[in-house]
C-alpha cells in the first residue's frame, strides 16, 4: 500500500477555497480545480516507489492483477478526482468507445498532431464519468423536455428566441433539440452575442429558475453555450448525491466540491462556455438528442456498511464508508486495485492516517482495513 503525494491542477475555473478548504492548507489566491489520483500519465500520483505509472508498468500484474490486466490492459483504468468548480466548466459531451476508437484512428490517419487545439481525439478510449457531491453542487445534465425548454426560453420575451420556442413546439423531440442546439451553434457570433446579453439580462430581471443562466453568461458574456444551457437539466446535488455522465449527454458542472471519477481519457467534444475549440459537425455526430430525468444517484447500502454508486460501465466503481466513532473497522481487501481517499474526519490503514484529502494506492489481493471515525471513498474496477 503507497500513500499518495498528487497534482492539484490551477485550471481557471477552480475554486480559490474548496481544495485548501478539504485539505486544512491556506489558499494561495489562486484557482485549485482539480486534485488528481491515479496513474494519468498527465499527471500521475507520486509514491514512494515513483510516479505510479511507473510502479504499475514495471509490475502490472501484481498492482493490478491478473483479472484486471486480462480485461483493461496494463493500466489503471480509471483516474479518480477531487473537483472544485468555483464557476462553470465547458458545456461538453463523450464519446463511446466506438466512436473514440473511429475518431482517434481518423485523426491520426490525417495526421493532426495530437495536442493541436483543433483535435478531439487525444486516445481511442470512451470517458464515461460520475461525480459525487461533498457539499451542494450543481450542474446541467441532459437535455430537458422541448417544451420545457421553450417554456424557459419564451418567458425571456427575447425577440431573436422566437424561432427556437417555436422549433421546439414543431417537431418531434429529437428533431426539435437537434435542431434548436444546431442554430445556436451556428448562428452569427456577432447576432448571437446580442442574443446572449439580452436572455442574460432578462435571467437576471426574471430570477428563480432563470438565475442560474445569468449567472452562467457572467461568466461568458456573449457565449452561444449561454442559450444551449438553457435546453438542459438544472440539478443541485446535495453532499453525498452523485450524477453518471454517460456517452454522448451533455454537461456542465457549475459551482461546488465533489469526488469525480472517469474512465482514464482526455476526450471531451465542445458545446459552448469555452474559448476552446468547437467542432460543431462531430459534436452533433456525438450528442444524443433525448430528453430526460437527469437521474440523481443515491448510494446503495449493503449490510457491511459500503454504499455503492451503480453506474453501468466497468471501468470504475466508487463507493464510500462512513465510519462511526467507536465503531468496527473494516475489510476491504479485493482482487482488484484500489485508491482509497478520505474526505471527512481520520481513517487509519495499515500504519497510514489519513486525514481529508489524503489517499493510497492498495494492490489487487493486497490485506487492507480501515478504522476510525470519518469518511473514505473506495475506487476500483468492475472483473
Given at each position: 500500500m503507497d500513500r499518495l503525494d498528487n497534482t492539484v491542477r490551477p485550471y481557471a475555473w477552480g475554486s480559490t477555497t474548496a481544495i485548501p478548504r478539504?485539505?486544512?492548507t491556506e489558499p494561495t489566491g489562486e484557482p485549485q480545480a482539480e486534485m488528481w489520483m491515479g496513474a494519468h500519465p498527465g499527471a500521475p500520483s507520486r509514491t514512494p516507489r515513483g510516479p505510479l505509472t511507473d510502479v504499475i508498468a514495471a509490475a502490472p500484474e501484481r498492482e493490478l492483477g491478473t483479472e484486471a490486466v486480462a480485461k483493461f490492459g496494463p493500466r489503471l483504468p480509471f483516474l479518480l478526482k477531487i473537483l472544485a468548480a468555483g464557476a462553470p466548466l465547458s458545456l461538453q459531451v463523450h464519446p463511446d468507445l466506438t466512436q473514440a476508437k473511429e475518431g482517434y484512428e481518423d485523426e491520426e490517419r490525417r495526421g493532426v498532431p495530437v495536442d493541436a487545439p483543433h483535435r478531439n481525439y487525444k486516445d481511442a478510449n470512451h470517458k464515461p464519468e460520475l461525480i459525487c457531491a461533498l457539499t451542494e453542487f450543481d450542474g446541467l445534465c441532459g437535455f430537458r423536455a422541448p417544451l420545457e425548454a421553450a417554456a424557459l426560453l419564451s418567458a425571456l420575451e427575447v425577440d431573436s428566441l422566437k424561432p427556437y420556442v417555436d422549433l421546439l413546439h414543431a417537431h418531434p423531440e429529437e428533431a426539435a433539440l437537434r435542431e434548436v442546439l444546431t442554430a445556436v451553434l451556428t448562428a452569427d457570433p456577432e447576432l448571437m452575442a446580442t442574443t446572449v446579453t439580452e436572455a442574460a439580462a432578462a435571467c437576471a430581471r426574471l430570477?428563480?429558475?432563470?438565475?442560474?443562466?445569468?449567472?452562467?453568461?457572467?461568466h461568458y458574456p456573449g457565449d452561444p453555450g449561454v442559450i444551449a444551457a438553457m435546453l438542459l437539466n438544472y440539478v443541485q446535488l446535495q453532499p453525498g448525491e452523485a450524477l453518471f455522465l454517460g456517452a454522448g449527454v451533455p454537461h456542465a458542472y457549475l459551482n461546488g466540491l465533489g469526488v469525480e471519477i472517469m474512465a482514464n481519457s482526455d476526450n471531451v467534444l465542445r458545446c459552448g462556455l469555452t474559448p476552446k475549440h468547437v467542432d460543431v459537425p462531430e459534436l452533433l455526430r456525438?450528442?444524443?438528442?433525448?430528453?430526460?430525468?437527469?437521474?440523481?444517484l443515491r448510494p446503495e447500502a449493503?449490510?457491511?456498511g459500503e454504499e455503492v454508486y451503480e453506474t453501468p460501465i466497468d471501468e470504475f466503481r466508487l463507493s464510500r464508508y462512513v465510519l462511526p466513532a467507536g465503531g468496527p473497522g473494516r475489510d476491504l481487501t479485493r482482487r482488484t486495485p484500489q485508491i482509497l481517499l478520505c474526505t471527512a474526519g481520520s481513517v487509519r490503514t495499515g500504519d497510514i492516517t489519513l486525514v481529508p484529502g489524503g489517499s493510497v494506492f492498495v494492490p489487487a489481493d493486497e490485506k487492507v482495513e480501515v478504522s476510525g471515525s470519518g469518511t473514505?471513498?473506495?475506487a476500483t474496477v468492475v472483473i
Open positions: 478539504l485539505l486544512g430570477g428563480g429558475a432563470h438565475a442560474p443562466y445569468a449567472s452562467i453568461a457572467h456525438i450528442v444524443r438528442f433525448e430528453a430526460g430525468d437527469p437521474g440523481v449493503s449490510p457491511d473514505i471513498f473506495r
